[in-house]
């Protein structure tokens, strides 16, 4: 079955729509100036812009078009769970994150946005895959 191009073009705006509440979710963390706190989509924009900008520094190896699309779409979790430091204790949010990080990575997955390379579970606390 193909899907019609005004079909996906929808799928598409409604990710774009969807993508928009990042706006509106603070981090924890503030500009570099300080005058007041950073919201997710422009702490995505700036690492994708670091990510340009410091490439000639990465391997050749490196993908820059496979990293800009992973620090692009890194944070869309944020959207329902909002901004959490890492230092935040992993084994009481990684319950509540993983559904939501599936649902996103599945979403953009039937967009063709990302290849997930494994989604068999969360990483268990010290390493590997939780069952």
């Known amino acids: ?6 079909l996906t073009a929808g799928r598409q705006l409604a ?21 007041r706190r950073e919201n997710s989509a422009e702490h995505s924009w700036h690492l994708a812009l670091a990510a ?4 000639e520094h990465a391997e050749a190896s490196v993908d820059l078009a496979r990293v ?13 769970a909002g901004d959490t ?10 319950p509540t994150l993983w559904p939501v990080v599936l649902d996103i990575v599945e979403q953009n997955c039937a967009l063709g946005h990302i ?3 494994s989604a068999a579970g969360p990483p268990a606390p010290g390493g590997g895959v939780a069952r």
């Open 115 to 117: 290849r997930p390379e």
């Open 15 to 35: 990710f774009l729509v969807a993508a928009d509440r990042l706006k509106g979710v603070l981090r924890q963390t503030s500009l570099c100036d300080g005058s």
């Open 68 to 80: 800009v699309r992973m620090v692009l779409v890194h944070d869309l979790v944020e959207i329902d």
């Open 85 to 94: 430091f890492a230092s935040d204790a992993i084994e009481t949010a990684l």
């Open 52 to 55: 340009v900008v410091l490439a």
């Open 1 to 6: 079955m193909e899907v019609s191009a005004d």
